[in-house]
Each structure stands twice: as structure tokens, then as C-alpha cells.
């Protein structure tokens, strides 16, 4: 499946209507996943929507747009090689497991070069020991997609590719 929220700003840029993206996405939908098509509608509506949102050059207060606009990086995900497990992607990986590193030690830190995190529930500052299997818990959490949308919420992602 395509990077929707991509080619819905591709075809925003080349005029396309609203209908006629929609109608696309609804394709990309039925395509490849196994959902009823009212129900695609409501998700390609939710896109479109959420890229008009997000659109910078719609933004008219300068110091905003000025503080959300981020200079090019003038390197490509696929030339990088980011999100492929590539050179790139360990590289990123690296940098945000620096700029991401607190006083808390976890289970599975950024420094793993993982898009996964774990800590013990023990570890956490604060939480009350109320039996030895509540001690024994780890909660995980996964990020995963956030490298085709590093264009959109830079600030979200902290780092920028086009």
C-alpha cells in the first residue's frame, strides 16, 4: 500500500479535485485491504482532511510558517537509505538515540537502534509495589510509519528528510 498521506499532497499539488483523490485513495483501499468501501470513504475523507490541515503554505502568519518551514536536507529517503534498515536508517537511528537519552534507564532504549521501547514497571518513579507480578511487567511500545511522515511533523520526529 502507498504512502497515502504523500500521494494525496502529490495530487493536492498537481490540482487534482477533491473528488478525484478521494476516489484514489478509496482505490488504495480496496486494493489492499479487505474493508467494506463506505468504510473506505471515511478513512480517505479522514486523509484528505488531515493533509488540507497540514498544509504549510496555507499557513499566513509569517513567524509560524517561518518556525515550522525547515531547510532541506537535499537527500532523498531511498538515496539515504532511511527506513530500509539501510546505512541511513542506522545513522538516524543513532542520532535520535542521543538527543533521546534521559536519567531513566529503560529495558529496550533508543540506543538499540529499534522502533520499539520497553521499561520495567518496577523501574518507573513513583509506582507502588503491590505484588511480584505487577513487578514483573514490562510495557512495550512500538512506533512504526513515522519515517514517511518525517516531511510533515519534523518537529514531532526530530529530524527532516525530503
Same mark, same amino acid.
Given at each position: 500500500?502507498? #504512502? @497515502?498521506?504523500? @500521494?494525496?499532497r /502529490?495530487?493536492?499539488? &498537481?490540482?487534482?479535485?477533491?473528488? &478525484?483523490? $478521494? &476516489?484514489?485513495?478509496? +482505490?488504495?483501499?480496496? #486494493?489492499?485491504? !479487505?474493508?467494506?468501501?463506505? @468504510?473506505?470513504? $471515511? ?11 497540514? !498544509?504549510?503554505?496555507?499557513?499566513s #502568519? %509569517?513567524?509560524?510558517?517561518d =518556525?515550522? *518551514?525547515?531547510?532541506?536536507?537535499? $537527500? ?5 537509505? %532511511? ?10 537511528h +543513532?542520532? %535520535?538515540? +542521543?538527543i533521546? &537519552?534521559?536519567? *531513566?534507564?529503560? =529495558? ?5 537502534? #529499534? ?6 514497571i ?6 507502588? +509495589?503491590k ?10 511500545? /512500538?512506533?512504526?510509519? $513515522? ?6 511533523f ?9
Amino acid at each position: 500500500m502507498s #504512502d @497515502l498521506e504523500g @500521494l494525496t499532497r /502529490k495530487l493536492l499539488e &498537481k490540482g487534482y479535485s477533491k473528488e &478525484k483523490i $478521494i &476516489k484514489r485513495l478509496v +482505490k488504495e483501499y480496496l #486494493d489492499f485491504k !479487505d474493508i467494506e468501501k463506505h @468504510l473506505a470513504y $471515511i478513512y480517505a475523507n479522514a486523509i484528505y482532511e488531515e493533509c488540507e490541515k497540514s !498544509d504549510i503554505s496555507q499557513v499566513s #502568519d %509569517l513567524f509560524i510558517k517561518d =518556525l515550522l *518551514e525547515i531547510p532541506e536536507a537535499k $537527500i532523498s529517503t531511498g538515496k539515504q537509505g %532511511l527506513g530500509c534498515r539501510g546505512a541511513g536508517d542506522f545513522f538516524v537511528h +543513532k542520532l %535520535l538515540g +542521543k538527543i533521546s &537519552k534521559t536519567n *531513566e534507564i529503560p =529495558l529496550l532504549a533508543p540506543s538499540a537502534l #529499534d522502533d520499539a521501547g520497553a521499561v520495567r514497571i518496577r523501574d518507573i518513579k513513583g509506582y507502588k +509495589k503491590k505484588g511480584e507480578i505487577n513487578n514483573n511487567l514490562i510495557i512495550v511500545s /512500538k512506533m512504526e510509519g $513515522i519515517h514517511s511522515r518525517l516531511s510533515d511533523f519534523p518537529f514531532l520526529c526530530g529530524f527532516h528528510v525530503i
